[in-house]
Structure formats: structure tokens, C-alpha cells
């Protein structure tokens, strides 16, 4: 008699799936998660349908026994076949993908109550630099010691002693304690006429099936308050509801919203969780109990038991693109989750991609529109300021126009927003005496002057350097100058323009955690900020009454590289930016410095013909078979040595099949040509849109081996390029 064997992919991404006999007295099922051994390691695993999976055969006599079964709900089948389609149509390794599923070991075999430490605020008798470091950076932060310490950049050794000292106490924390569960009619909004569409519409769609739908409304129209009652209704209904956002920053402003309509606050999912936060989190979604989870890309995988809507809010956002391990785009996958589990997803957008807008016009999503803001708030205004007829004095960035609406604005206390999507102070130093240029030694990049950090830091590969004093070619002292700005310089002009007015600079270095963004939020709704500089990260979400002049100090800048998607992208980040002003009842306007007043993305966005630059962008797409009507993929062969990832990078090429209907590009240096110190090669894949380019491309690399020194990762989709 046959043993009974089972199936078990673990999370270990170098193994395939592997076959075990189930010992005596445990029963599992197909998503059950179990231990297996592994030689002598312990491997986390989840029982798989053996039918659709392949293994190396193994005699029954030659069969492990599992080692244990973990205590937790199976993984349930929608989500099993998603991670099936992740990993094919990403060309990843399902194990890959599963650690997406179970990110936190804690959340599987951790004890149930966790030791925490927070501070007393007591300070302790010896107070040495290392002990005020690690508290001055703490704060009221809680978690445990190896946790705390990370986050100071202390060691263990230094929190173990604050803990006897005093200055830390002991909190037990229950990683299996119940959230709130969300109050659908807490506090009803009331609908206008245009909202009301909208949302019945997505309500009746609850508990219909799948439903892919585009909730197009402008900035301000409500879109959230709609999609909440979507959320409302599947709260009603008993089932879980997740939205993906695209920044842990905007999960704080979220948090406020979802309180005051729902009486309390939903489960948020993140990088910035501390493991207990985690456990509670994974296994409350487990065995859905956590009804809605707001989060990040990362929590579209997670085990939701029961779940009955997705909200992709912002979905036109490039942070949904994973960019590393499973290159997924996190918009397409919920599709994807949405059509296994059945269910309605919702993507809302004030400027969908051209790709989504595409799926309209083919039929494949339906569109629900939001017109206008919502109350009395009008559409902002939108103008150019041509650079080359009003330019900034020299040394200046600021046009004189755009100084003057500033001193206007801060007249009648209004608050402003100066966009520019450049972290720091300057994006290049340089030696005037010799020409020398600040370069990362692991990247192809400038090091980034960042003057409130003291220092020049790579954005690649996060290398930084002290200020230089002198230039490390020539020698000359005196010499460096920054060239170009990034936000700190803007705000450095600020303070010179306006020595009273009070300024915020917003972006990833100073927003890194959910507690900054709301602390952000607290200061503007207080009218204790002016003027906001920030990057990119200001420029979605955020909803503030006084904002009612925002600036766009180089609406260029986004143009440039010839990327296919630059025109798209630079279009959306000033309509969003733009987007911020105004939502009150006070009108809004946008003042957008350009050296040509011209290009189409500017004319398109002074014009408002917003429709007359998509049809555009998606005939230039057409013509040149580009997606959403062709298809691409990106193969980026990498290696520390140049020269062995030329080789590799060759051989592939000489390797690619002739198929009708695909070309192949390259092998050329990628954007990046050097990446945290690997060279980067490219072959890119341009195929129309009916061929199955995973199916090819895995034929093709499967064929070929390489040294475990270079490696071969493919961008399916690719963002940029
Ligand atoms: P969007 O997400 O489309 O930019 P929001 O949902 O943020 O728009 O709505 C903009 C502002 O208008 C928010 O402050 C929101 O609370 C408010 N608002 C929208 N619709 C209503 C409504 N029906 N009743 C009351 N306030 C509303
Ligand atoms: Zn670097």
C-alpha cells in the first residue's frame, strides 16, 4: 500500500517542491502548513496539490516523515492558485512568492505573549553617550531589545543595561489579542448625487463576483468616501476588505479617516511593524478575524481568510512596482487575487495609467466617473511660468512671478507647497578647478549633497560620504560647488525670501515612519506650516483645506531620460501636486516653471485637456506596439565582475530564439549601469501582445547555465526602462 506522501513547497527559494510521508496521527490538507526536515534544518512549508506541481520522483522507502504541523488555518486555495500565477507570469520561484504569504516566522511558531520594553522616562544613574543615544532616538517607542537596538544603532548589550538600569520597563504584550472590529454605519457620509452613483454601484458589486473597476474622479471628488461604502458593505456582509496604498506614508492621514467613518481604526500592514505587531496582524487576517487591513504592495499577499473587496487607491503609482526578488506590480496582481477569490477590486485614480485606461476601452473594467470636487471646492487653476521670460535671479530657482504669489499667499495666511522631486540639498558636486564630479563608487550616480545630514549619499546604494573640505583630485580647497537644486536648496531660498514664514521639507528623510507623516499632517491642519517643500511623497492623499498655491519648480525635470513612460508619469505627478491645492473652499492655484511652455504634457495641464493628452500618448503607444498593445521584458544579467556579465549577457543573446512576433534588443549597459557594485547588462524583449513571452524566455534561459557569480533576473512589465 502507497504511504500517504504529500507535496511541500517551502520558503526556501533555491529548493523545488519536495515529497514527505505524513507520520501517524497528523492530518493535512492541501495549504496546510507544516514543518519539514531538511537534512537537519527545520524548513517552513505549505502542502501543495502534488498534480500540479512537478518533483524529482522519490521511492516511498527514501520518504522523510513531516515534522510537525504548524497551527495556523491552510492556506486557502484562491490564494495557492495566485501564488501559482505570480510565480509564472513573473518567472519566480514559488517558494519566492510563499515568503510573501508568510513573511513572519514570528506569526508561525513565536510564543503567544511577547516581551516588549519601553522607555520610563526615568533616566538611568550612569548616563553615558551610547545610553543617551539609544534613548534620545527610542523616544516612546516600544518593541523588543533587539529591536529597539536596531532602531538606535545601539547595541544589545547597551538596551540590556538600560532595562536593569531602570530606564526601560517590561510590557507583556498578547500576540493573539482581538482588534476592534470596524462599525459600518458609525458615521455615514452624505452623498451628492454624482457619489451616490458610484457608490451603490460598488456596493451591489459586494458579493458579486469578479468585478475589476476604474473609480476615475478628480482630486477632491471623494473618492474615498465612496470606496468606503464599498467597504461598508462588505464589513455588512461579514467579510475581510483590504486596500493597498502606495506609501507608508499616507497609512497615518488613512488611519484618521477610517476612524471618523468606522468608529475604528482598521489593521494597518507594513514595513515600520515591530514582530508582535506582525504576529497579531498575520494571524488575526489568517482566520478573519482582522476585518479591514489597509498596507503596503506587501500585504496583497497575505492569508486573508474571507476576502470580499481590494480598494488600490492611488493605483497609477510606479511604488506599486516591486523593483526587487519578485518583480510583481502589485496593481495587476490584485486583479489577479480579485479573480481568484472572486471579487470586486477596485482601482481608484485621479490619473489612471494608460494601461488601465486601456482595460476600460477594451471592456475588461468597468468605469465609474466622480466629475467634480466635492461641496464648494473648485478645480485649481493651472498656468505656466515660461523660464525663459521670467527667469529666477541668478543663484535663484524661483521665478519672480511664483515669489510674488508666495508673498500674496503668505499674506493673506494661506499655506503653500513648492513640488520638487529631488531629495537633498544638491544633486551633483562638483570641483570648478578640475572638473571632478562626486560619483558613488558602487553606482552609476552622482553622490547627492545632503545638507541637514552632513553628508553626500547615493540613492542606489544608500553610500554616504562626510562633506568633502577639499577636492580629492586636485586637492584644492574652495573649490566644490553644488550644482542644481533638491529640496533643501529650495528651502534654503524660502528662508532667505521670507525670513518669517515658517517651512516644512517633506520627503522620505524626513517622513520615514507613519508617526512622522501624522505629525506632518497635526502641523499643517494647526496652520503652524506655510510653506511646504517636498518631493513626490506631498503629492498624493494629502487633503488640506488652506493649501491653496502650489508651485512646480521644475515641471522639466520628469521629462527627461525619453523613458516611455516619462511623458505619462510627469503629467500625473503635476496633476496630482496640482491636485492639492484648493480643496477647501478657498480656489486653488498652480504655478508650473517650464523652459518650454510648450510640450505637450505642460500644454495639456495649462489647457486642462487631459483626455486630448491620453489619446495622444496611447496613439504614440499604438504605433510603436508599446504596452499596453505590445508587450516587454526586461533580462538585467548582473555581476561584480564587467567582464563575466558581458560574457553571460552574450551568450544569452546569441542563445534567443527566432520567434515571429518578438525582437530582442542588446545586450547593452541597463540605466544603472553599475548597481551596489554590479555591473548591469540588458537585453530587452519587445513581443506583441498575443505571444506568451514567459513561455519563451523560460525555454531560452532554461537552456543556459552561468557561473553562481552572475545573475539573470527578468522584469516582467518593466516600469521604467
Ligand atoms: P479624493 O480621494 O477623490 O481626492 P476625498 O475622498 O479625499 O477625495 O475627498 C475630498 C474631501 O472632501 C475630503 O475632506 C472628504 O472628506 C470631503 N468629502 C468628499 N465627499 C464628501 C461628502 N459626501 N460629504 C462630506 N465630505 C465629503
Ligand atoms: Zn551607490
Request: glycine content about 8%; some cysteine; hydrophobic content about 45%.
Amino acid at each position: 500500500m502507497a504511504l500517504p506522501r504529500v507535496r511541500v513547497v517551502t520558503l526556501n527559494a533555491a529548493l523545488g517542491p519536495l515529497d514527505y510521508r505524513v507520520p501517524d496521527g497528523m492530518t493535512v490538507e492541501p495549504g496546510s502548513v507544516v514543518v519539514a526536515p531538511l537534512g537537519p534544518r527545520q524548513l517552513i512549508g505549505v502542502v501543495w496539490e502534488a498534480d500540479r506541481l512537478k518533483t524529482e520522483e522519490v521511492g516511498d522507502n527514501r520518504l522523510r516523515p513531516l515534522a510537525g504541523l504548524v497551527d495556523v488555518p491552510p492556506i486557502p486555495a484562491p490564494l495557492r492558485r495566485l501564488c501559482e500565477w505570480t510565480a509564472d507570469y513573473y518567472l519566480s520561484p514559488l517558494a519566492a512568492v510563499l515568503r510573501m504569504v508568510m513573511p513572519s516566522s514570528a506569526a508561525l511558531d513565536g510564543p503567544r505573549t511577547m516581551v516588549e520594553y519601553r522607555a520610563t522616562g526615568d533616566a538611568p544613574a550612569r548616563l553615558t553617550p551610547q545610553r543617551e543615544q539609544a534613548l534620545s532616538r527610542i523616544e516612546w517607542r516600544q518593541g523588543t531589545v533587539r529591536e529597539l537596538a536596531a532602531h538606535a544603532e545601539v547595541s544589545e548589550a547597551v538596551m540590556r543595561g538600560l532595562v536593569h538600569a531602570g530606564a526601560l520597563e517590561r510590557v507583556e504584550v498578547d500576540g493573539d489579542q482581538p482588534f476592534p472590529v470596524p462599525d459600518p454605519d458609525f458615521a455615514p457620509p452624505n452623498l451628492n448625487a454624482e457619489q451616490q452613483v458610484a457608490a451603490g454601484s460598488l456596493c451591489a458589486a459586494v458579493g458579486n463576483g469578479f468585478d475589476p473597476v476604474l473609480l476615475d474622479g478628480v482630486t477632491g471628488s471623494g473618492k474615498t468616501e465612496v470606496y468606503f461604502e464599498a467597504i461598508a458593505e462588505a464589513v455588512r456582509q461579514g467579510r475581510q476588505v483590504l486596500v493597498l496604498l502606495p506609501e507608508i506614508a499616507l497609512t497615518e492621514p488613512f488611519l484618521t479617516r477610517f476612524t471618523a467613518r468606522f468608529g475604528c481604526e482598521p489593521v494597518a500592514w507594513h514595513s515600520d511593524l515591530r514582530s508582535s505587531q506582525r504576529r497579531r496582524a498575520w494571524r488575526s487576517i489568517s482566520k478573519g478575524e482582522a476585518q479591514v487591513v489597509v498596507g503596503a504592495r506587501s500585504s496583497l499577499f497575505l492569508p486573508y481568510a474571507d476576502l470580499g473587496v481590494i480598494v488600490v487607491d492611488e493605483a497609477h503609482e510606479p511604488s506599486f512596482k516591486q523593483e526587487e526578488g519578485v518583480q510583481y506590480h502589485a496593481r495587476d496582481v490584485a486583479v489577479m487575487r480579485g479573480h481568484f477569490e472572486q471579487i470586486p477590486v477596485i482601482l481608484a485614480s485621479a490619473t489612471p495609467a494608460i494601461e488601465t485606461r486601456h482595460m476600460v476601452e477594451i471592456g475588461r473594467y468597468r468605469e465609474l466617473k466622480l466629475t467634480e470636487r466635492h461641496g464648494l471646492a473648485q478645480m485649481p487653476s493651472i498656468a505656466a511660468i515660461d523660464l525663459t521670460q521670467d527667469p529666477p535671479l541668478r543663484g535663484r530657482w524661483l521665478a519672480p512671478s511664483l515669489v510674488a504669489d508666495l508673498q500674496k499667499n503668505l499674506d493673506a495666511g494661506e499655506q503653500s507647497l513648492l513640488f520638487l522631486n529631488r531629495r537633498g540639498f544638491a544633486p551633483l558636486t562638483l570641483c570648478r578647478h578640475c572638473g571632478h564630479r562626486f560619483q558613488c563608487p558602487n553606482c552609476t550616480a552622482w553622490m547627492v549633497e545632503h545638507r541637514l545630514m552632513h553628508r553626500l549619499a547615493c540613492h542606489h546604494c544608500g553610500h554616504v560620504m562626510p562633506p568633502p573640505k577639499a577636492c580629492p583630485e586636485c586637492g584644492e580647497e574652495d573649490s566644490l560647488v553644488a550644482c542644481g537644486p533638491g529640496v533643501e536648496r529650495i528651502a534654503d531660498e524660502v528662508a532667505e525670501l521670507f525670513p518669517a514664514a515658517r517651512t516644512a521639507v517633506v520627503t522620505s528623510d524626513t517622513i520615514w515612519s507613519p508617526a512622522r507623516a501624522a505629525e506632518f499632517v497635526r502641523a499643517m491642519e494647526a496652520g503652524e506650516i506655510d510653506i511646504v517643500i517636498g518631493t513626490q511623497l506631498v503629492t498624493k492623499g494629502y487633503h488640506f483645506p488652506n493649501l491653496t498655491l502650489v508651485g512646480v519648480v521644475d515641471a522639466d525635470l520628469g521629462l527627461q531620460g525619453g523613458d516611455l513612460r516619462a511623458a505619462e508619469r510627469s503629467f500625473q505627478q503635476i496633476q496630482q501636486v496640482a491636485g492639492r491645492a484648493g480643496r477647501g473652499d478657498k480656489p486653488g492655484r498652480v504655478l508650473v516653471q517650464t523652459h518650454d511652455p510648450d510640450a505637450p504634457v505642460i500644454a495639456a495641464l495649462v489647457s486642462g485637456d487631459a483626455p486630448g493628452f491620453y489619446a495622444a500618448e496611447t496613439e504614440a503607444r499604438r504605433d510603436a506596439a508599446m504596452p499596453p498593445f505590445g508587450r516587454l521584458a526586461a533580462i538585467i544579467i548582473s555581476a561584480e565582475d564587467k567582464n563575466e556579465a558581458e560574457a553571460v549577457a552574450r551568450r544569452i543573446s546569441n542563445a534567443a530564439p527566432k520567434v515571429d512576433d518578438m525582437a530582442v534588443f542588446g545586450p547593452a549597459p541597463a540605466p544603472l549601469a553599475m548597481l551596489r557594485g554590479r555591473h548591469r547588462q540588458r537585453l530587452l524583449v519587445h513581443a506583441a501582445r498575443k505571444l506568451d513571452v514567459q513561455d519563451v524566455i523560460r525555454d531560452w534561459l532554461g537552456e543556459l547555465e552561468w557561473s553562481n557569480k552572475v545573475r539573470v533576473a527578468v522584469d516582467v512589465d518593466p516600469y521604467s526602462f
